[in-house]
T-cell receptor, first 113, second 114 residues
Framework: AQSVTQLGSHVSVSEGALVLLRCNYS??????LFWYVQYPNQGLQLLLK????ATLVKGINGFEAEFKKSETSFHLTKPSAHMSDAAEYFC???????????WGAGTKLIIKP | SAVISQKPSRDICQRGTSLTIQCQVD?????MFWYRQQPGQSLTLIAT?????????ESGFVIDKFPISRPNLTFSTLTVSNMSPEDSSIYLC???????????FGAGTRLSVL
């Protein structure tokens, strides 16, 4: 069975600082991995995804994530935080060809001025 | 990508009543899903809406409480029946196209039951 663990329900960083949101997964097959963002009172928006190929994936709004098979991780980073990045971030995993997503608990990103 | 319109965006309902939430996609999609998101929590899958057949419900969710329709490849409804305050939540619709393995989401319906 697949599962996703997001370390830290809340992460606080200063504006301009590095953003690092952690995601670890378990899967018996090579997974597809996703990061979604949810701004207040909105639905979810896909930030980036990993399916196959290059392990460093670039997404929207300056975010990127690296698939590390040996560490079963897919951490999300952004070099310089902006106030507009304040939101809830969800990591999710699926099996190739299976449309159902297994979701992490979410991490609320707080940006300090 | 698919653009998903969900309505109503929010509602306040009385205990014992029912609410039907609509989800319209701007293109034909293979899969449509309904989720519940309780305040400050992650997403819980309610069911997969299958076109032309009964929805597939996850453990803990039943058709009598959450009847779902999907009459075509672009539209689905979720009804929350005989509501109680415990049904207060955000309900989200998503859609995916075969071969793309990406779910696109509507903005959600924020439901409060008094």
């Amino acid at each position: 069975a697949q599962s996703v663990t997001q370390l830290g329900s809340h992460v606080s960083v200063s504006e301009g600082a590095l953003v690092l949101l952690r995601c670890n997964y378990s899967s018996s097959v090579p997974p597809y991995l996703f990061w979604y963002v949810q701004y207040p009172n909105q639905g979810l928006q896909l930030l980036l995804k990993y399916t196959t190929g290059a392990t460093l994936v670039k997404g929207i709004n300056g975010f990127e994530a690296e698939f590390k098979k040996s560490e079963t991780s897919f951490h999300l980073t952004k070099p310089s935080a902006h106030m507009s990045d304040a939101a809830e971030y969800f990591c999710a995993v699926s099996e190739p060809g299976n449309y159902q997503l297994i979701w992490g608990a979410g991490t609320k990103l707080i940006i300090k001025p | 990508s698919a653009v998903i319109s969900q309505k109503p965006s929010r509602d306040i309902c009385q205990r014992g009543t029912s609410l039907t939430i609509q989800c319209q996609v701007d293109s034909q999609v293979t899969m449509m899903f309904w989720y519940r998101q309780q305040p400050g929590q992650s997403l819980t899958l309610i069911a997969t809406a299958n076109q032309g057949s009964e929805a597939t419900y996850e453990s803990g969710f039943v058709i009598d409480k959450f009847p779902i329709s999907r009459p075509n490849l672009t539209f689905s409804t979720l009804t929350v029946s005989n509501m109680s305050p415990e049904d207060s939540s955000i309900y989200l619709c998503s859609a995916a196209t075969r071969g793309k393995n990406i779910q696109y989401f509507g903005a959600g319906t924020r439901l409060s039951v008094l």
